[in-house]
């Protein structure tokens, strides 16, 4: 069992960067696969990237490479976005979430079991 607290969230102009950060409770955060999720209002929620238990390995969607990034300190059990260039359509409430599943990393929202309540990220244009 694992229970994930997000924050960073806020609003920023066009361009600017943001900070996510996601605490985890429990000892076996080190053992999860932790990615990231986002849903627009009207939108389905989408996979933006996901980090192996030991962050070796790293995914990312198509839309936020080169700008997103993705990871963990298993020392203070938090994994982390870091958003740079941010754009209009990056805004959403971004979720993370874990996974206890071992093998590769997945995409899928139903293949998570853990997640956290969200935070808000707004980009003005």
């Known amino acids: 069992q694992v229970q994930l607290v997000e924050s960073g969230g806020g609003l920023v102009q066009a361009g600017g960067s943001l900070r996510l950060s996601c605490a985890a409770s429990g000892r076996t955060f080190g053992t999860y696969a932790m990615a990231w999720f986002r849903q627009a209002s009207g939108k389905e929620r989408e996979f933006v990237a996901a980090i192996s238990w030991s962050g070796g390995s790293k995914l990312y969607a198509d839309s936020v490479k080169g700008r997103l990034t993705i990871y963990r300190d298993n020392g203070k059990s938090t994994v982390y976005l870091q958003m740079n260039n941010l754009k209009p359509e990056d805004a959403a409430v971004y979720y993370c979430?874990?996974?206890?599943?071992?093998?590769?990393?997945?995409?899928?929202?139903?293949?998570?079991?853990?997640w956290g309540q969200g935070t808000q990220v707004t980009v003005s244009s």
């Open positions: 979430a874990a996974d206890s599943k071992t093998g590769y990393l997945r995409t899928q929202p139903s293949s998570y079991a853990y």
